[in-house]
């Protein structure tokens, strides 16, 4: 049976951490109260007045006692830079949970591509099935904005780091998935910027992977 859709609520939290975990990206821990969320699942941060909410996936799992979410800090940003100033016993005010990035079935085939911090919402699936073990692509400009490296490597059957920026051969996402062949059956999780999105979809599709199999989570639209 279907899981009954959880309903959107707005919340009041406090913040418990906020830690620079790589240049220009803070993990920013609250405490959870009641709030109910789904893995992949998103919040829409209240801002002072609503041109500045913003929505953030949650990194971390299902039943774990607090919300987490990863944030970069855009410098020409509205409320990125201000989130990042947040202090323990700040209050957030939140709204949630929203999106449909839902993980289907967690005992087929998987496949997860990301691009910066878009590794937050298959991380939140990783945390919440312990026992998944899926095929992991994550796209960054330099080696220190692989967020959560050892955990996401750990937690994968093979993790293909990208790098854009560095080493010899820079490397994008799309030019690793061009030299693998994600088997026919795999569910096939996307989740950054929407040109990444078109392109991997692109790539996938020549592939021969079915466009239903393919879930995408697009974080900004340019
Ligand atoms: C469904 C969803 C989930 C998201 N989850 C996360 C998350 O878990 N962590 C996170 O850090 N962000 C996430 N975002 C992006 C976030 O909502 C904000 O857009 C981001 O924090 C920038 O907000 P800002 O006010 O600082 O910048 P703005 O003032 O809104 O934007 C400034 C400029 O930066 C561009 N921009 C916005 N987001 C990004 C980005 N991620 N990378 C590069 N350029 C960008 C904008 O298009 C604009 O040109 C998510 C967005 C969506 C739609």
Same mark, same amino acid.
């Given at each position: ?11 009041r939290s406090s913040v418990l951490q906020n ?9 920013l821990e609250m405490t ?13 941060i209240h801002?002072r ?33 201000l989130l990042a100033l947040l202090k323990p016993k700040d209050t957030v005010e939140f ?9 289907? %079935?967690?005992?087929? #085939? ?7 911090? $878009?590794?937050? &919402?298959?991380?939140?699936?990783? =945390? +919440? ?49 061009? %030299?693998?062949?994600? #088997? ?7 989740? $950054?910027?929407? &040109?990444?999105?078109?392109?991997? =979809? +692109? ?20």
């Open positions: 049976m279907a899981a009954l859709p959880i309903s959107a609520l707005r919340y830690q620079t975990i790589a240049p220009g990206a803070f993990e959870r109260g009641g709030f109910l969320y789904r893995p992949g699942d998103e919040i829409v801002g007045s609503q041109p500045e909410d913003r929505t953030y996936s949650v990194v971390s799992g299902e039943n774990d006692p607090t919300i987490k979410l990863l944030i970069r800090i855009i410098p020409e940003g509205i409320t990125s830079p709204t949630g949970p929203t999106g449909s990035f839902q993980l289907r %079935e967690p005992d087929r #085939p998987l496949w997860f591509i990301a691009t910066g911090t $878009g590794i937050a &919402p298959l991380l939140s699936f990783l =945390r +919440t099935h312990p026992n998944m073990r899926p095929t992991v692509l994550h796209g960054v400009r330099t080696g220190e904005e692989l967020y959560y490296r050892d955990e996401v490597e750990q937690r994968s059957a093979a993790y293909y780091p990208c790098l854009s920026r560095e080493g010899e051969h820079p490397q994008r996402v799309t030019d690793a998935l061009k %030299e693998l062949a994600p #088997p026919a059956d795999a569910d096939i999780y996307l989740c $950054g910027g929407q &040109p990444m999105i078109n392109s991997v =979809r +692109t790539i996938l599709l020549e592939k021969n992977i079915a466009s239903d199999r393919i879930i995408t989570e697009p974080y900004f639209f340019w």
